[in-house]
């Protein structure tokens, strides 16, 4: 059976990838940090049909978990790789302790940086092998400013691109695939505390949709995978509006109109 391994796997669009591919067979190995939602989530997906679903509880932005994941990777290199795991920072950059920035690089690339060098060098070897690095809409422009979220996700497109072109991965049936997905129905807002209370309906994707599409994209052979007829627009308006326009229409995380932030209370 074809052997899947996806971080962030307990909610959201990690949960959706991991109910998708169990549900074609393949044996699944589950990575984040509560080992008890893993394990209700590896329970339920034997259930409906995965070869096998293993948890494992890893805190990826930690240098040593993930030096141990990534040392696992290498010696059982999966066939497919989903570097889902990520967060947000609900403050602007001047804002926020230096170490929670860190902590964010940490994770939303140090830890794809490595665990994709741990699989490529086998995958190559032996010509085969997928790689999807979920990125997001707001890395492609001037959408969001004042964090330092879209330009850590801005560096999975730039890694995605550079590798994925690259010959020997071309010549070798290797493929990397960046999704690009928009606001997501997940529960990394909450967690993050960040409110969403402003956004409107129409700006809202389904994650199960958005594995569907992305896993069908993987196989058509696409490099970047945004899902959405709506947030293709969008991405293409972030790549081609002029930065003078899109400051003005895009939100600022340090302004005081900013609408992430909930409000403080007025006593």
């Known amino acids: 059976m074809p052997h899947a391994v996806i971080t962030g796997a307990t909610s959201g669009i990690g949960l959706a990838f991991a109910r998708h591919l169990a549900a074609e067979g393949y044996d699944l190995t589950l990575i984040a940090r509560t080992r008890s939602a893993l394990e209700d989530v590896a329970s339920v997906l034997r ?5 096998r679903a293993t948890p494992w509880s890893a805190d990826l932005a930690s240098a040593t978990d993930s030096a141990e994941v990534a ?16 967060t947000l920072i609900p403050d602007p950059f001047p804002d926020h302790p230096l170490e929670a920035e860190e902590h964010l690089l940490d994770l939303n690339v140090r830890a794809v940086l490595r665990l994709t060098h741990a699989v490529l060098p086998t995958m ?48 070798r049936n290797v493929r990397i695939m960046t999704l690009l997905p ?19 309906t129409w700006m809202w994707l389904d994650s199960d949709r958005v594995a569907a599409v992305a896993l069908r994209d993987l196989r058509r052979g696409r490099t970047v995978c945004v899902p959405g007829r709506r947030y293709r627009v969008v991405t293409w308006g972030l790549r081609h509006l002029p930065p003078a326009l899109l400051r003005h229409a895009g939100w600022d995380w340090s302004a005081p109109r900013h609408l992430w932030r909930t409000p403080p209370t007025v006593e």
């Open 47 to 51: 259930r409906g049909g995965a070869g």
């Open 71 to 86: 040392d696992h990777l290498r010696a059982q290199t999966p066939d497919l790789l989903i570097n889902n795991a990520g």
């Open 124 to 171: 190559l070897g032996r010509g085969s092998g997928q790689i999807i690095n979920v990125s997001s809409f707001c890395s492609v422009g001037l959408s969001a400013m004042g964090s330092t979220y879209p330009a850590s996700k801005a560096w999975l497109n730039a890694f995605g691109q550079s590798l994925t072109h690259a010959h020997r991965l071309r010549t």
């Open 182 to 200: 928009g606001f997501t129905r997940t529960d990394l807002f909450a967690r993050t505390q960040w409110n969403t209370s402003h956004l409107p």
